[in-house]
C-alpha cells in the first residue's frame, strides 16, 4: 500500500493519541501504538501492564494481536508513541521479533510528544531475524538438538571433551 507524508502524521497522531488508554500502574509508562494494515485499516494499541511483569504486553503486539484477531496479517506500516521527551521510543527486542513475524519490508515510526519521529524498516531494527521462512529451511533429521557438537559413535580420550563435556569433532 502507498500512503502519504500526510498518512504518516496521521499515523504518528494516531499513536500519540492511543497512548492515553495505556494500562501502566507500575511503571507509568505510556506506550501507544498506531498500526496501518495494507488495506488502510488502522488499529491502536496500548501496553498493558501486569502485577506479574512478565506477563506485560507491549503496544505493538497488543496492536499487531487485535489486528490479526480481526483479520489483518498484511501491515504497511505502525507508529509508536510514548512520553520521553528528548529520545524516540523503540519496540523493545521482543515486539521487533514480534514485527518480523509479519515481514521485514514494512516501516516503523518511532516518535517523540513533539510529533518528530525516526523511520526504519522491521528488518532494520533487527537484523537476521528469525522468520517464518525459517522455518521452512533444510534442517537435519537425526533428533539431536545441539548444533554446537557433533556427536562421534566411537568412545573418545577426554582431550576429545569441550569444557561442557561434549564430545567434540576436533
Known amino acids: ?17 492511543a497512548k492515553n488508554n495505556a494500562y501502566c500502574p ?5 506506550v501507544g501504538s498506531a498500526l496501518l494494515c495494507q488495506d488502510g485499516t488502522v488499529i491502536k494499541g496500548v501496553n498493558v ?73 522491521v528488518g532494520d531494527l533487527l537484523p537476521l531475524c528469525f522468520t517464518p521462512k525459517s522455518l521452512k529451511e533444510d534442517r537435519i533429521s537425526n533428533g539431536h538438538h545441539n548444533s554446537l557438537a557433533v556427536y562421534k559413535e566411537t568412545p573418545t580420550k577426554l582431550s576429545d571433551k569441550d569444557k561442557n563435556g561434549d564430545i567434540c569433532d576436533q
Request: aromatic share 10%.
Open 49 to 121: 501492564e501486569n502485577a506479574s511483569h512478565g506477563l506485560t504486553i507491549c503496544a505493538e503486539r497488543t496492536a499487531i494481536c487485535k489486528a490479526v484477531s480481526e483479520g489483518h496479517t498484511e501491515f504497511s506500516a505502525i507508529a509508536i508513541a510514548s512520553d520521553l521527551a528528548k529520545s524516540f521510543i523503540v519496540p523493545c527486542g521482543a515486539c521487533r521479533q514480534f514485527l518480523c513475524e509479519f515481514g521485514t519490508d514494512w516501516d516503523v515510526y518511532m516518535t517523540k510528544p513533539d510529533m518528530t519521529y525516526q523511520h526504519m524498516k
Open 26 to 30: 507500575q511503571s507509568k509508562f505510556r
Open 1 to 17: 500500500m502507498e500512503y502519504t507524508q500526510e498518512d504518516i502524521k496521521k499515523l504518528v497522531k494516531t499513536s500519540q493519541d
